[in-house]
């Protein structure tokens, strides 16, 4: 029986894509597995092409105190991917008539302090809001206040300081551009956001895992990946961050927005997402190329949006790399302690990457792009490690000897580390007035010391030593180091004021 044109092309696509899988799996297992062996990946990674998973693996932990493994099942919190979600649900209302989105803000919420801010301007992060420091003096006040979205107008109204620019003047991110937006889809749809997103995105798109951190019914689910992080740059070992007081901001006291971040998913409801959007379950096709179209400023430039990663633009709710050599490329990434997500879409290939972990790796941006190079036959630009955490690894567990033969050991592999000035001045202060060892002292003079025989041209690292010196009671020395780094850089003011000091005593 002769086959028609069509069922032989579709034949040879569906031929041409398991070859491609088939040769594409090994290439990012051995890269993911890789990842993993540097301790550069812990969570879950999904890799799709035309709807169809080609590479899904877990690596590591979802509870490190109980050696849970994490599973296909993990779920993991979303922090600033959630955005898409937001936009979508304000294009949805768009798209029923419900709203303009060069709207005024002030059309909905009168009472709001920016008049020429509109719609528009919060979807594209250029409205000039400012981010979360608008809560500081709140949270000083009242340190056991959970916030919520409704205090964001409050929060304004005593904030009473002018925008960070002008609306539509230039790219300024702000997590209450899109917690204002969450509130005018509540307010639009006369109900709750979070309702308003699982009955219009959720439900639609098969999302049965997904669900918003501040859901009571999901507070003990055991699916939920635990969320760690380094407290310092001296620490050896991982903690839970709920345990770390400097993220207590983030874990507790901002746990209650929604709009900005707040909801929590597996990789696999991502990939349901993924295909509503293709399958237009959820806007429009026009509404989804507006999204993925870079915003213009007001002198007609598009709105850039480089963070580290490849130039890029932001459309509505979206980044958009500017370098379309393989295709049009939109993404979204969100960080929070102990907690990073990245959802990444070739939308001319329907290719898609999908990574999550709760060790706050922050290389998981750049391998997410290394994912699709792979993808694509393209060379992987390797996000290399800084080699300061393992040697204080090994300084904490077998002595300063031990921690410089490994040092010397990693300086060789220069695929994967680097050695940094900075990370090593870091650590040598932080051991000096943060750490808790009988030998700290010691530990960050070594530190401090090898750091300028490592970098002997920068004045800085006789600077550090010098204050380090100084605070060991090594005084002679401390103005021998001083009078180095100020005859390195004659501007060194604060070097000049503690040399000054020690001279007097």
């Not at 995105?201 to 501040?214: A, H, R």
């Not at 090898?450 to 006789?462: A, D, G, M």
Request: proline share 4%; glycine share 6%; net charge positive.
């Amino acid at each position: 029986m002769r086959r028609k044109p069509f069922l032989n092309v579709l034949l040879l696509l569906l031929l041409s894509i398991i070859a491609n899988a088939q040769t594409t799996q090994p290439r990012l297992d051995s890269f993911f597995s890789s990842l993993y062996a540097y301790k550069e990946i812990n969570g879950n990674v999904l890799v799709a092409e035309n709807g169809q998973t080609i590479y899904e693996k877990s690596f590591g932990y979802a509870d490190f105190a109980n050696k849970t493994a994490h599973s296909e099942h993990s779920q993991f919190i979303l922090a600033s991917v959630s955005k898409v979600f937001t936009s979508a649900a304000v294009l949805q209302l768009r798209d029923k008539g419900i709203l303009k989105l060069d709207d005024p803000v002030t059309k909905y919420f009168p009472g709001f302090p920016y008049p020429d801010i509109t719609i528009r301007h919060l979807l594209s992060h250029t409205s000039g809001l400012p981010d979360y420091q608008l809560y500081e003096d709140l949270i000083t006040k009242n340190p056991q206040k959970i916030f919520s979205n409704q205090d964001l107008f409050p929060a304004l109204k005593i904030w009473k300081q002018p925008l960070t620019n002008k609306p539509g003047e230039k790219w300024n991110y702000s997590n209450n551009n899109f917690i204002l937006l969450a509130l005018l889809v509540e307010k639009l749809s006369r109900m709750p956001f979070e309702k308003y997103i699982q009955k219009n995105i959720f439900k639609v798109s098969g999302m049965n895992d997904t669900y918003f951190l501040n859901d009571p019914v999901h507070t003990a689910d055991k699916r939920k990946a635990t969320g760690y992080d380094y407290p310092l740059f001296i620490s050896a070992e991982l903690k839970e961050v709920d345990s770390i007081r400097k993220y207590r901001w983030i874990v507790y006291n901002a746990s209650g927005f929604t709009g900005q971040g707040g909801i929590v998913t597996t990789a696999r409801d991502m990939l349901q997402f993924d295909k509503a959007l293709y399958a237009g379950k959820i806007l429009k096709p026009s509404s989804l190329q507006e999204a993925f179209t870079p915003a213009k400023l007001n002198n007609g430039e598009n709105a850039d949006a480089d963070i580290g990663i490849g130039k890029a633009s932001y459309g509505l709710g979206w980044f958009i790399f500017s370098d379309s050599t393989n295709g049009k490329i939109v993404w979204h990434g969100g960080g929070r302690p102990g907690s990073v997500s990245f959802f990444l879409r070739n939308i001319t290939k329907k290719q898609t990457v999908i990574l999550f972990d709760n060790a706050f790796n922050k290389s998981l941006y750049a391998n997410a792009v290394n994912a699709l190079a792979i993808l694509n036959n393209n060379p992987v630009q390797f996000h290399k490690k800084s080699l300061v955490r393992e040697y204080n690894s090994t300084l904490a567990e077998k002595g300063v000897d031990a921690a410089f033969c490994r040092m010397q050991e990693l300086q060789v592999d220069s695929i994967h580390y680097f050695l940094s000035e900075d990370d090593m001045n870091e650590l040598g202060l932080q051991l000096l007035y943060a750490g808790k060892s009988p030998a700290h002292n010691e530990w960050a003079l070594e530190v401090l010391k090898l750091n300028i025989l490592l970098f002997p041209k920068s004045f800085n690292t006789y600077d550090s030593y010098g204050e380090a010196l100084s605070n060991t009671n090594h005084k002679q020395e401390a103005i021998f180091m001083y009078k180095k780094s100020i005859e390195l850089n004659p501007a060194n003011e604060q070097g000049k004021k503690a040399l000054s000091e020690l001279m007097k005593k």
